[in-house]
């Protein structure tokens, strides 16, 4: 699962690079699937139940599942949202990672920073022993203390030889009664974090997921092994 997590932290890399104002989703895209083709692994995310690309691409008020497309091009200003999955040796990984696309408004990049940095703090309650609810409500806690919201919609993953499998890990705290963590357990922990309400609909177009106030929204995931020794992020970068 390191192998395959490591394929997409180095697609992330190579994305980083390339994202730049001009530069279309389209081509965005193409980068990922020929280099992860190059890595012999296979997108996770294309033709997963019809799904049309090798990434999801969510741009501003777009949280999650945004699909690349010829006619979007990064604009100054703009964040973007990177989700990227292999399959590699019949094992997923899964990880994501938004951008700011030249220089974005002071309060767009406070948004940006919040949710990586509630990804940490939901990635050190990875600990043999707690809960999965511990980790949503450090998450949670961590997002509205700074006058953001969490998405309740959609939740974090198991990842394993599925690309999701149970447990469900919300971001947001919902009781005591969740799963114990294990020694061997992956985890995709992924908080989706918007500006102004949790409310989210989904576009006609059966995928893209937007903030229902059109406020902007970001995105992070990791996908992290449960070990005696803590947490151990599979898809961790350097950048
Ligand atoms: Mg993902
Ligand atoms: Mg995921």
């Known amino acids: 699962m390191q192998e395959a997590n490591q394929i997409v932290a180095k697609v992330l890399t190579t994305l980083k690079k390339s994202v730049d104002i001009g530069i279309t989703t389209w081509e965005l895209d193409k980068i990922a699937e020929d280099f992860c083709y190059r890595l012999k692994a296979k997108p996770a995310f294309k033709g997963y139940r019809g799904f049309p690309a090798s990434l999801c691409l969510s741009i501003n008020e777009e949280v999650v599942h945004g699909i690349p497309s010829r006619k979007k091009k990064l604009k100054k200003g703009d964040i973007v949202s990177i989700d990227f999955g292999v399959c590699f040796k019949n094992y997923f990984g899964d990880s994501a990672v938004t951008l700011p696309v030249g220089n974005v408004s002071e309060d767009v990049a406070k ?129």
């Open 111 to 239: 948004l940006v920073a919040v949710t990586k940095e509630s990804l940490n703090r939901g990635i050190e309650k990875v600990v043999v022993g707690n809960r999965i609810g511990d980790i949503s409500r450090a998450i949670q806690e961590y997002v509205e203390g700074h006058g953001f919201s969490v998405v309740r919609q959609f939740v974090g993953h198991g990842i394993g030889t599925a690309l999701h499998e149970a447990p469900e890990i919300p971001n947001f705290y919902e009781g005591e009664r969740t799963s114990r963590l294990l020694p061997g357990m992956v985890l995709a922990i992924e908080p989706m974090v918007n500006m102004g309400t949790h409310k989210v609909k989904v576009l006609r177009d059966g995928w893209t997921v937007v903030t229902s106030d059109k406020k902007p929204s970001a995105h992070f995931e990791h996908s992290v092994a449960v070990t005696e020794n803590g947490p151990l992020i599979l898809s961790s970068r350097e950048n």
